[in-house]
Structures are given as C-alpha cells and as structure tokens.
Nanobody, 127 residues
Framework: QVQLVESGGGLVPAGGSLRLSCTASGGSFSSHAMGWFRQAPGKEREFVAAVSWNGGRTYYGDSVKGRFTISRDSAKNTVYLQLNSLKPEDTAVYYC????????????????????WGQGTQVTVSS
C-alpha cells in the first residue's frame, strides 16, 4: 500500500522560505508523477506544482510560478517543494499526491487525477 508522509511545514514571516518534503513508501514511486496541492480554510484544494516520473517536466500553478520549485530524488523516494518569497496568502495545508496511472506522458494538475495523498503539513505565513 502506497503511503505518503509530508514534513517541513511551519510558521514563517512574509518573504521567508520553507522546504517541504514528501517521502513515499509501499510502491514504485520512481515510475509515477507526483504533485503538491494546498488547501486554505473555506477554500477548495488548489494545484501548486507537479513533476513527471523522471523529474524532466515540472508544472506550477499561476499563483506560485517563479517562487516555488518542485523536485524529486527517486533514490530517496522523496519529492520536495521549495517555497520562497512566501506571502500570507500562501498559508494553507500542503498535501503531497501521487498519480498511479500507467501513462507517463501525463503530469496531472487536477485533484481527481491523483490516487494517493499524504496527511498534509501546515504552512503559516505571518504578515
């Protein structure tokens, strides 16, 4: 059974940085696209970033382009999200997700396209 565990969240001032990690177990992690989403109170879960199975392609939500960077280390079964120039509106619970489809050409950006989810890690940005 695939399990995803996020870490690295916390409280930071506006303009600060954090690095989130997501470690996977229980499956062939290196063969699948991975993504990060976030959800603020009272809002829908929002796409943040995704990376292809081999790390060669990355995609970002419009609100984080140029500030966040997604990467993966398949040897460590870990995907990272570097958050820079943080803003109060980045405050949310951040979730890691794994796309377990067989089609490696697709890097999903929709919640419904990911099969496995972590429990989330809280990021709070103070103004």
């Amino acid at each position: 059974q695939v399990q995803l565990v996020e870490s690295g969240g916390g409280l930071v001032p506006a303009g600060g940085s954090l690095r989130l990690s997501c470690t996977a177990s229980g499956g062939s992690f290196s063969s699948h696209a991975m993504g990060w989403f976030r959800q603020a109170p009272g809002k829908e879960r929002e796409f943040v970033a995704a990376v292809s199975w081999n790390g060669g392609r990355t995609y970002y939500g419009d609100s984080v382009k140029g500030r966040f960077t997604i990467s993966r280390d398949s040897a460590k079964n870990t995907v990272y999200l570097q958050l820079n120039s943080l803003k109060p509106e980045d405050t949310a619970v951040y979730y890691c997700a794994a796309d377990w489809s067989e089609d490696r050409t697709i890097v999903p950006s929709k919640v419904s396209e990911y099969e496995y989810w972590g429990q989330g890690t809280q990021v709070t940005v103070s103004s």
